[in-house]
C-alpha cells in the first residue's frame, strides 16, 4: 500500500493537512475541552511516570527536531526526573502531514509496545520520509513492533483510530498548538525543543525557562 494523500481519503485524512474547523454539529462540551488534563477522543494518553507534576509533549513523526527531542532530551528527563523527582511525562500526536499521521497509526496500533514503535518510527525517520514509496518500510518496521501484513493493511483504513488522532490534534490546536515539538512546561507553552536542563530547573521551581517562545520552530521542526 503506497501511503499518499490517497491511501488515507477513506478516512478524511486530507483534512489532517489543512486548518481545521469546528463541525456545525458541534457542541459548547466538545468546543470546551481545551484542558491539557482532559484527554481528547477515544484514545488513551500515553505516558512514562506516574509522578503528580506532568509535562505534556505534542510530537510529529515525520519532524526532524522531533526525533532529536525524543532520541537525546527525553531520555535525559526520564533518567533525572520521572523516577526520583516525581514528573510524568504524556506524549500526545500532532502529525503534519499523511506520513507521520500514517506512522502514528502505526504506533497506537503496536499496543502495549507504543514506546517501541515509536522509538523505532523515530530512529527511521529519514528513510520513510525521504521514500518515495513509504508502504514497504512502513509495513516492515511495523512487524518489528508486531504489526502483521494484515493488521498493518487495516490500520491504514481503521476510521476509529483515525478520529481518536484526529481528536487529539484539534485539540492540541484549541491549547495553541501550531508545531512541532509543543511542550506544556507546568502549564507554560514553549515551542520547539528545549534543553533538559531547562525543563529540569523549572520543575524543580527556579522557573529558569528562556523568557521567550522559540520563534524559529519551522526552520528545523514542523508547523502545520
Do not use: N
Not at 456545525?24 to 500515553?46: F, H, I, M, N, Q
Amino acid at each position: 500500500m503506497t501511503i499518499d494523500r490517497r491511501s488515507l481519503i477513506a478516512l478524511g485524512a486530507a483534512s489532517v493537512l489543512g486548518p481545521s474547523s469546528a463541525g456545525a454539529g458541534e457542541t459548547a462540551e466538545t468546543a470546551a475541552r481545551s484542558s491539557l488534563d482532559v484527554v481528547a477522543g477515544t484514545l488513551p494518553d500515553k505516558f512514562i511516570g506516574d509522578g503528580g507534576r506532568t509535562l505534556y509533549v505534542y510530537l510529529s513523526l515525520g519532524c526532524p527536531s522531533c526525533a532529536r527531542f525524543h532520541a537525546s532530551t527525553l531520555p535525559e528527563l526520564r533518567r533525572s526526573l520521572v523516577g526520583e523527582g516525581g514528573l510524568r511525562i504524556v506524549y500526545r500526536e500532532f502529525p503534519l502531514d499523511v506520513r507521520a499521521f500514517a506512522a502514528a497509526m502505526i504506533v497506537r496500533k503496536s499496543g502495549d509496545r507504543y514506546f517501541d514503535a515509536l522509538d523505532l518510527l523515530f530512529a527511521e525517520q529519514a528513510t520513510w520520509v525521504a521514500s518515495g514509496d513509504p508502504g514497504p518500510i512502513f509495513r516492515r518496521l511495523a512487524a518489528q513492533v508486531g504489526v502483521d501484513r494484515e493488521a498493518y493493511d487495516a490500520t491504514m483504513v481503521d476510521r476509529p483510530l483515525y478520529e481518536g488522532l484526529s481528536a487529539i490534534k484539534e485539540q492540541a490546536r484549541r491549547l495553541g498548538v501550531r508545531g512541532t515539538p509543543t511542550l506544556f512546561v507546568r502549564g507554560r507553552k514553549i515551542e520547539g525543543d528545549l534543553p533538559a536542563s531547562a525543563i529540569a530547573s523549572e520543575y524543580a521551581g527556579d522557573g529558569s525557562l528562556p523568557a521567550r517562545d522559540h520563534a524559529g520552530t519551522a526552520a528545523t521542526g514542523g508547523v502545520r
